[in-house]
């Protein structure tokens, strides 16, 4: 059970806008910043959105992120097959004082 | 180009010890602190521990506390994760990450080592 919830799955067709949400509380989406993650089959994950909505050098602009609350979302527009992969929500928890994961959303292009 | 390479995985019995090791290169590695992050086969991701740059600040999941020790050796660019009383749930790839600023975001990751608890 994961202090972070995200939907186990999601999937679209190429071209389409796909959202993937997190859900926290007070104690870590409420009051830090949320990060978001890529993991392709058999790699390493790999920084996909920090401080909520930024993108480091090398992302494309496709992908952005959003927070609201104790809750963030990430957004995928123009889908390719190339985003096929898991997608983890993470941020820092100040109650247990540890970052926390999300339990990961296998995203499927159709 | 910022490196990290993990050494030190492996196969070892219940209750046994195994000592984690994280080369890191491209980067000023003492201002930075570092993470340790694991995966079960075919689970999610697990936060396990982060240092500070100096060494002096560490955090540690409630599931390893106690059990597992993070430490660093600035001058050999060196991260390490000391796992005692293993257990059979610690079986995971072990990646380290660098944090991009501590208690934020992690930038940059090693590809992984295997450490398998079981008899």
């Known amino acids: 059970q994961s202090v972070l919830t995200q939907p186990p799955s999601a999937s679209g067709t190429p071209g389409q806008r796909v959202t993937i949400s997190c859900s926290g509380s007070?104690?870590?989406?409420?009051?830090?910043?949320v990060n978001w993650y890529q993991q392709l089959p058999g790699t390493a994950p790999k920084l996909l959105i920090y401080?909520?909505?930024q993108r480091p050098s090398g992302v494309p602009d496709r992908f952005s992120g959003s927070k609201s609350g104790t809750s963030a979302s990430l957004a995928i527009s123009g889908l390719q097959s190339e985003d096929e992969a898991d997608y983890y929500c993470?941020?820092?928890?100040?109650?247990?004082?540890?970052?926390?994961f999300g339990g990961g959303t296998k995203l499927t292009v159709l | 180009e910022v490196q990290l390479l993990e050494s030190g995985g492996g196969l070892v019995q219940p209750g046994g010890s195994l000592r984690l090791s994280c080369a890191a290169s491209?980067?000023?590695?003492?201002?930075?602190?570092m993470s340790w992050v694991r995966q079960a086969p075919g689970k999610g991701l697990e936060w396990v521990s982060d240092?500070?740059?100096?060494?002096?600040?560490?955090h540690f999941a409630d599931s390893v506390k106690g059990r597992f020790t993070i430490s660093r050796d600035n001058p050999r660019n060196t991260l390490y994760l000391q796992m005692n009383s293993l257990r059979a749930e610690d079986t995971a790839v072990y990646y380290c990450?660098?944090?991009?600023?501590?208690?934020?975001?992690?930038?940059?990751w090693g590809q992984g080592t295997l450490v398998t608890v079981s008899t």
């Open positions: 240092i500070s740059g100096s060494g002096g600040t560490t």
């Open positions: 007070s104690s870590n989406i409420g009051s830090n910043t």
């Open positions: 993470a941020a820092w928890d100040g109650s247990l004082n540890g970052r926390v």
């Open positions: 990450a660098k944090d991009r600023v501590f208690g934020e975001s992690l930038d940059y």
């Open positions: 401080s909520n909505n």
């Open positions: 491209g980067f000023t590695f003492s201002s930075y602190a």
